[in-house]
């Protein structure tokens, strides 16, 4: 017989509440989605794959969402996946001016939160 915590990783995690949540720019419920010890890692055009913006803290975490979530931009998540270790979606922006931002994301669970996530984005250049 199976123990509660011998259950899947992910099995908690709702992908539609989150996405849902990155679309509305809802940074509180992004947040509630987020494990103690979550890390983040940004690779993009300034923080390269070689020395990528790490987030280790759940204010780092919060200053990174609060400030996307309060950009004038609109975000709308084209694919998403979800299996028992994560899950994954990809997020087109666009900024009031007219510039284009696409992002990937991928996601490991633990616990039914976000242990990790890793975030590789690109943007229309002007």
């Known amino acids: ?6 259950t899947s990783p992910a099995t908690n995690f709702d992908l539609g509440r989150f996405t849902r949540a990155v679309e509305e720019r809802d940074a509180a419920t992004q947040l509630s989605m987020y ?4 890390t983040v890692t ?3 055009r300034i923080s390269q794959p070689a020395a990528p913006r790490v987030l280790h803290s759940p204010e780092q975490i919060k200053g990174w969402i609060e400030d996307v ?4 931009m609109t975000h ?3 694919h998403s996946v979800k299996d028992d270790a994560g899950a994954a979606y990809t997020l087109a922006c666009r900024y009031a001016d007219g510039t284009n931002v696409l992002c990937a994301t991928v996601i490991e669970l633990e616990n039914g939160a976000i242990a990790n996530q890793t975030v590789v984005q690109v943007w229309d250049e002007q």
């Open 35 to 38: 494990g103690p010890g979550a």
């Open 1 to 6: 017989m199976s123990s509660p915590s011998a």
């Open 69 to 72: 979530c309060a950009r004038d």
């Open 42 to 44: 940004i690779a993009d």
């Open 76 to 78: 709308s998540v084209k």
